[in-house]
């Protein structure tokens, strides 16, 4: 490999790695504010707090009935999740598997909610939920979620599908497997990675989605994000620090899952699986 060493590529590089260590240190300081700010007795015109408590958690547990909060979230996080696998990877299959006329046609409908800003199609989504009565409510909010998560599934699962060559089923059927069997002990554990990373992915664009689950959810359908918005906006006056520990609970929500996806799947390996050929005979 033959890299460039002249005066314009060095001055190149430097920019790109000023420009990244900048951003890394504004984000940095953007957490490191939020956290210490949670933390603190009282933080005024001093670089450090006066004090520090962890009163400010419990506060805002109360304050914000966190515990309500927490579990309508992992309920329609999972559900979403678990709905978005079962529809999503039915039909990447079917996609990965059949040829029929204007499937390119098809594939894009499908990708078009992940390329489209979520307003454009939310607005118009939320105002039939509300039409049918399903907007304000639980259902509501996970319907809407699904817009963008079932096609997620599908294009992450497509290039894992592909890669396993259709003579392994077939040679199943031949032997006699039937439907569920083919999928429980040939085509599961080959795909497991791609579920897994697919699912986890998911769960973590649910947790985060904002824009999509505001526009539908009620008073006692708020997912975490929601309700910290609410919490930022809403009258009255509030702690700047219960905020502050409101938004810490949510970062670190967010955080773990996002690791443990990332615990499987590689950001890269989709692309590199969608370009590699079959091996299997």
Do not use: C
């Amino acid at each position: 490999m033959i890299r460039d060493r002249g005066l314009g590529s060095k001055l190149w590089r430097a920019a790109v790695w000023g420009v990244t260590i900048l951003f890394v240190l504004n984000l940095l300081g953007v957490i490191g504010a939020v956290v210490t700010n949670s933390l603190a007795t009282r933080w005024l015109g001093t670089w450090l707090p006066t004090g520090w408590t962890t009163r400010w958690y419990f506060d805002a547990w109360r304050e914000f009935q966190l515990t309500e909060v927490l579990l309508v979230t992992f309920q329609i996080v999972f559900l979403v999740t678990i709905l978005s696998g079962l529809i999503g990877i039915t039909t990447a299959y079917a996609l990965a598997r059949r040829e029929f006329a204007g499937k390119r046609f098809v594939v894009l409908v499908f990708l078009l909610p992940l390329l489209v800003p979520p307003l454009t199609y939310g607005i118009p989504l939320a105002t039939l939920l509300y039409q049918v009565g399903l907007g304000g409510t639980f259902w509501g909010v996970v319907i809407i979620n699904l817009v963008p998560s079932i096609p997620f599934v599908v294009l992450v699962m497509i290039p894992f599908i592909e890669q396993i060559d259709p003579r392994i089923e077939a040679a199943a059927r031949v032997f006699g497997a039937r439907t569920g069997s083919l999928f429980l002990r040939i085509l599961l554990p080959l795909l497991l990675p791609g579920m897994l990373a697919a699912l986890l992915l998911v769960l973590v664009r649910t947790i985060a989605m904002f824009e999509l689950t505001f526009l539908v959810a009620g008073p006692t359908s708020q997912t975490l994000v929601v309700s910290l918005y609410y919490a930022v906006f809403a009258a009255g006056v509030r702690a700047s620090q219960s905020i502050d520990a409101m938004a810490v609970v949510y970062m670190v929500t967010t955080l773990f899952w996002l690791v443990l996806a990332l615990r499987f799947v590689n950001p890269t390996q989709i692309v590199a699986r969608a370009k590699q050929p079959s091996n299997a005979h």
